[in-house]
């Protein structure tokens, strides 16, 4: 550790990215098993089954989705510099193109039917628990005699990081040789900071909600792609500057202690003066509106680096377990979506707690998306397209 502290535009591995990246993989994959079992759940109607939720899932969900998106988009940028340093960037940029475009275009359009009859199967389970098979049907009979008019709806689910990260790839191979990149990348610690904060605090501010989600629209909004696109940045420079890693690390403290204040009162001053039995005020009050949108920013930005000093603190090691994960989170990143919404579908015929419920089907997501890599994909085509490698091998001379 102290020979990469030593250097500080190292290309040295630091284990703790390819664990938090297994971390950020392994955290989504929670968040959306929550969803379903949330109380203000944003696409289901449990009024008439209660039993099936729990405002635990709310708060989980709430307080990891503060900082799982960030956090994987700031390891993101980490391996992406790291990689055009080692390689160059036309390299990186070929090689991130096909592990980001190519499973998006090949993989993308099975995967998204089968979420979209997975997801119409769902909501006709949860709101009508008895007759939800003739629902189902009859939704997809109506949206198949009118194509046309489904598609404003159609999104790209959570393959929106594919998307987004194949944009950014062709935005950094462009301005990555360039001068002023070049200059913005060698800044002070404290310019980037605020620079990101600055970013994150405008369309925040913009947004008009009270959180950024995710943009899974095939033409998504380009404030909410600056947004993302700061964190990857922020990557960038920590890869850049290793050793602003490890003075970081050395702050976990400082950083729970922000946290610790920046958490509560965005969430007080939020629910108490910017919303009314849960929809967002139409006029907000200018100065709590100010107030949130500068504890989010500090939050969005402190949190993921209280994770990532944790990790590096603690747990910067191989192991061979954690590898298993590293290797398939690609993977499991893509196809657990729909796994996770056909867990949700086989649970309503099994009498048990919410909360049971979620913990039963992230651990049964986790295993099937993780067993089908190594039983699946390993070895096959599929694996070389997730690793950015061309379709067909390259037979070496000699």
């Not at 959306?32 to 939720?53: C, D, G, I, K, Q």
């Amino acid at each position: 550790m102290t020979d990469i502290i030593r250097q500080p535009h190292s290309t040295q591995r630091i284990h703790a990215f390819d664990n938090l990246r297994s971390l950020s993989i392994t955290l989504i994959v929670f968040v959306h098993v929550s969803l379903n079992y949330m109380v203000n759940a944003r696409y289901y109607n449990f009024a008439a089954n209660p039993e099936y939720t729990s405002f635990a899932a709310d708060i989980m969900v709430s307080v990891v989705s503060l900082f799982v998106m960030p956090l994987l988009w700031i390891t993101t940028g980490f391996f992406i510099e790291m990689q055009a340093e080692k390689r160059g960037i036309t390299a990186m940029a070929r090689t991130r193109l096909r592990s980001f475009g190519l499973p998006l275009l090949i993989l993308g359009p099975p995967i998204l039917i089968a979420m979209y009859l997975i997801y119409e199967l769902a909501i006709a389970m949860s709101d009508n628990p008895v007759g939800y098979w003739t629902v189902f049907s009859q939704t997809v009979r109506a949206h198949l005699a009118d194509p046309i008019a489904r598609i404003p709806y159609i999104s790209l689910r959570h393959l929106w990081y594919l998307y987004f990260g194949a944009i950014y790839v062709c935005v950094l191979y462009v301005v990555y040789e360039t001068k002023p990149f070049r200059a913005l990348l060698a800044v002070r610690p404290a310019s980037m900071f605020l620079l990101c904060a600055a970013v994150i605090a405008t369309v925040y501010m913009s947004d008009g909600e009270l959180t950024i989600t995710p943009d899974s629209r095939l033409f998504p909004n380009p404030l909410i792609l600056l947004y993302y696109f700061m964190f990857v940045l922020l990557g960038l420079y920590l890869s850049r500057h290793r050793h602003l890693i490890f003075a970081i690390a050395g702050k976990i403290g400082v950083l729970f202690l922000i946290c610790a204040v920046s958490v509560p009162t965005l969430y007080y001053v939020g629910l108490t003066f910017l919303t009314v039995d849960g929809n967002i005020l139409p006029d907000k009050p200018a100065l709590a509106y100010g107030v949130v949108a500068v504890m989010y920013t500090v939050t969005i930005l402190t949190a993921p680096l209280l994770v990532m000093s944790l990790v590096i603190r603690f747990y910067n090691r191989s192991n061979a377990i954690v590898e298993r994960v590293n290797r398939s989170s690609f993977w499991v990143y893509i196809i657990h979506y729909p796994i996770t919404k056909a867990m949700f579908c086989l649970m309503f015929f099994v009498d048990l707690p919410a909360l049971a419920k979620l913990g039963m089907s992230f651990l049964i997501v986790c295993a099937l998306s993780v067993g089908s890599y190594y039983l699946l994909v390993k070895g096959t085509a599929v694996q070389r397209l997730l690793d950015g490698q061309p379709l067909r091998r390259v037979p070496v001379p000699g």
